[in-house]
Nanobody, 121 residues
Framework: QVQLVESGGGLVQPGGSLRLSCVAS????????MGWYRQAPGKQRELVAD???????NYADDVKGRFTISRDNAKNTVYLQMNSLKPEDTAVYYC???????????????WGQGTQVTVSS
């Protein structure tokens, strides 16, 4: 049984930082691509960042230079370090995993339950 458990969300002021974590179980972590998506109210879920074990990270344009995705294969954990947060980063952030070196549309994916990030003064 695959399980993804996110943590680290919360309320932060504009310009602040948060680090999200996602611990995976039930998979051979090393051979899975891990990623973060987000969904703001009234909007579609969108990719934030993803990374395979051996590949370079991939970022959405509006988070490049501010967010960093990393993974610790020994801990089955993927992180999202978010700096210089903006109000428009407010969303529920979801962890996603899929077997292989990159996300492929239509392939089996697993999702976490989501963690709320709110950027507000």
């Amino acid at each position: 049984q695959v399980q993804l458990v996110e943590s680290g969300g919360g309320l932060v002021q504009p310009g602040g930082s948060l680090r999200l974590s996602c611990v995976a179980s039930g998979i051979s972590f090393r051979v899975y691509t891990m990623g973060w998506y987000r969904q703001a109210p009234g909007k579609q879920r969108e990719l934030v960042a993803d990374k395979s074990s051996g590949g370079s990270p991939n970022y959405a344009d509006d988070v490049k230079g501010r967010f960093t995705i990393s993974r610790d294969n020994a801990k089955n954990t993927v992180y999202l370090q978010m700096n210089s947060l903006k109000p428009e980063d407010t969303a529920v952030y979801y962890c996603k995993t899929q077997l292989g070196a990159r996300f492929v549309s239509g392939a089996t994916s697993y999702w976490g339950q989501g963690t709320q990030v709110t950027v507000s003064s």
